[in-house]
């Protein structure tokens, strides 16, 4: 069985890739999913507010701000807090790039254009195989347009991808008024792919402390339902690379991600319940599936329940919608 997939240009053994965790913070554990079955690994991202505060040498100004302004950095994490400072990061991205055959794609997280994306270059320079771009923000500012925040965005994709020469690809919220069109804008601006979805945090209220409550709830298979859904309309269009993150957890939900149009799926949550092994588990799955399906390879699979055979995607969508909702009785 031929499992073998391609993204972003580089030829991968399956398509199982190790989501942006803590899994690449150590060096044996990454040998660990490598030897399972691991097709690539991305590392944790290194954020924009570390490296800021790196280049700018505000670490002290930056806690003393804490103190006496409430609103500003207090909210971050001290710097001492990151598990890998740039510097640190960039000596994990070598060491994991010497020891391990499979390629490492290096994550880079911010919010808004800045000096920040100058560490594409040294991701490039530590030997990163490709580097995954993860604009993550909250636009909380009613009077700021959406289509002004998509051209930072842009602005932030062209600037890193006219920087380096290894791929990029873009890890997209699912909150855009048109994911699809964005997701060729950002092909257009340069990107090599983009990954689907980014899981956003969501906080809980704390009816003691009266507080926001940060919390982590690990993913789901019904998380992937969403994730099926833009893959299956996106991916007739976008000549780059898919990826699905969120919501795999098994060789079914591989194969579902794959028939809509996936390259490769990215796990955490199913590695941080079940340990490494899981992705042998998984393989097998995937491939006990494929055989009893008369699939001699991945690359027969992708894409065979999107929306290209569909002439009108979102009549097909709605009818769809009207129909569930008719469907319950009391």
Known sequence: MNLTTEYLGLKLRNPLVVGASPFSDNTFVAHQLEDAGAAAIVMRSLFEEQID????????????????????????????????????????????????????????????????????????????????????????????????????????????????????????????????????????????????????????????????????????????LLRLRWLAIISPHMKGSLAASGGVHSAADVVKALLAGAHTVQVVSLLLKHGPQILTVTLQGLTAWLTEHGYESVEEVRGAMNLRRCPDPAAFERANYIKILQSWRI
């Open 53 to 224: 505060a790196e280049q700018r040498a505000l670490m002290h100004h930056t806690e003393s701000t804490a103190e006496s302004n409430p609103e500003g950095t207090s909210y971050f994490p001290a710097f001492a807090e990151y598990q890998l400072g740039p510097d640190q990061y960039l000596k994990q991205l070598s060491h994991l790039k010497s020891s391990l055959s499979i390629p490492v794609i290096a994550s880079l997280n911010g919010c808004r254009p800045g000096g920040w994306t100058d560490y594409a270059q040294r991701f490039e320079a530590a030997g990163a195989d490709a580097i995954e771009l993860n604009l993550y923000q909250l636009i909380t500012d009613p009077t700021r347009a959406a289509d002004d925040v998509e051209a930072d965005m842009l602005e932030t994709v062209r600037h890193v991808t006219g920087s380096v020469k290894v791929p990029v690809t873009v890890k997209l919220s699912p909150f855009h008024t048109s994911p699809a069109q964005f997701a060729l804008a950002l092909e257009h601006a340069g990107a090599a792919g983009v990954v689907l979805f980014n899981r956003f945090y969501q906080p809980d209220f704390n009816l003691e402390d009266l507080e926001a409550q940060p919390q982590l709830k690990l993913s789901d298979s019904s998380e992937l």
